[in-house]
């Protein structure tokens, strides 16, 4: 996609690591547990360095360290972190279904009023194997995402003011009413690789989201997406989720994403090899890809894919390189980038400080 500049100023966001944090991953605990205290310094943090907003995940057990570790529930965490901010919205990750529609309406209308405004939903319809079934759910992979399209509509419906009707499969709303509704709408943000996930979130998403591929590959995926998008009418608007492991020097970037898992415990490896087998998810396959010393193009590394579900891949590079890599996914459409390092708190600073600003130079100079 070609540069252009009726397109919007690009957004770069931050990550809620909600599983721990540090520089050793797949161990049996985190260096840094996900208290509120810490997640806390992880998010003003990135406020006070002028991101635009902050992804914060959804899981059912750990899955970046062991099963067992320490993981924080999304929607409690995300209230609260939004009571000591100020200016940076949250785009708050959701799995349909576990909430009762109408509530969940409600809930995202009153964190709306509690923030003036700050927050996203990330629509979450897919699953890794028998991940709902821990807490007794038991639906197909087509039905999630019919659900989560009848969970889109009947907010947006809900959120217009009035009194609702909405007749779905899933769900079913007999005279509801949402008030106050939201200051403003909130976006719906969706991702997936399947054919069902593009087409859903042509539909109804107002930004599609992708995990970090080779250039060719979301090239391809940007392009029938879009027409995707057009074909129901609609503007597409487009995310990329991408680690980050950035160092002055080559070799020490590279020295340290093969650090990150190093140290990772053969049990948790075990775990993450487990969540593999049987999974319906077509992206979460595309990021655990083998590839010889995880490498799956001259800046990009999957290797966290073996101790964390999920997004797997980094962006490997000295400063200038990882903008230009980046800089290269925003001349194939994207506009926001949801970025992470580990550790949080640190990376957040470097990246902040090295990396937007070359970025930012790039994309001025060729707008």
């Avoid at 509704?181 to 989201?209: H, K, M, N």
């Avoid at 995990?211 to 027409?227: D, L």
């Avoid at 009418?233 to 492991?245: I, K």
């Avoid at 459409?333 to 390092?341: H, K």
Wanted: glycine share 8%; charged share 20%; net charge negative.
């Amino acid at each position: 996609m070609a540069a252009s500049v009726s397109r919007p100023e690009p957004k770069f966001d931050w990550f809620i690591p909600i599983d721990g944090d540090g520089i050793r991953l797949g161990t049996q605990q985190a260096e840094r547990p996900p208290t509120f205290e810490y997640l806390r310094d992880v998010v003003q943090t990135a406020e006070r360095l002028g991101y635009y907003s902050l992804l914060i995940p959804t899981r059912f057990v750990n899955g970046l360290f062991d099963e067992g570790a320490p993981l924080v529930e999304t929607w409690t965490m995300a209230t609260a972190l939004a009571a000591v901010t100020h200016r940076i919205r949250f785009l708050i990750a959701v799995r349909p279904g576990f909430i009762a529609a109408g509530l969940f309406a409600k809930m995202v209308a009153t964190l709306d009023q509690i923030s003036h405004g700050r927050v996203d939903i990330n629509i979450v319809p897919g699953g890794i194997a028998n991940d709902f079934e821990r807490l007794g759910v038991d639906i197909d992979h087509s039905g999630r995402y019919e659900q989560a399209e009848e969970l889109m509509q009947s907010c947006r419906a809900l959120w217009a003011g009035g009194e609702t009707d909405f007749e779905g499969t899933y769900i079913t709303l007999r005279g509801a009413r949402c008030s106050p509704t939201p200051q403003g709408t909130p976006r719906f943000y969706q991702g997936g690789a399947s054919p069902r996930a593009e087409a859903l979130t042509a539909r109804q998403a107002d930004v599609y989201l992708m995990w970090v591929e080779p250039h060719e590959q979301i090239a391809e995926r940007v392009e029938r997406v879009s027409g995707l998008y057009h074909a129901e009418g609609r503007t597409p608007h487009f995310g990329l989720r991408a680690h980050v492991v950035v160092r002055d020097e080559v070799d020490e970037a590279w020295a340290m994403a093969n650090d990150l898992i190093a140290y990772a415990d053969a049990d948790v490896l075990q775990q993450r090899r487990g969540v593999m087998v049987g999974t319906p998810m077509t992206g979460q396959q595309v990021q655990a890809q083998r590839v010889a010393d995880h490498r799956v193009g001259p800046h990009l590394w999957n290797g966290l894919s073996t101790v964390r579900v999920n997004c797997g891949t980094a962006i490997v590079g000295t400063p200038e390189e990882v903008a230009e890599e980046l800089f290269g996914y925003w001349q194939l459409g994207i506009d926001e980038f949801i970025l992470s390092g580990y550790p949080h708190v640190e990376e957040c600073e470097r990246v902040s400080q090295d990396v937007l600003p070359r970025l930012q130079a790039k994309i001025a100079q060729a707008r």
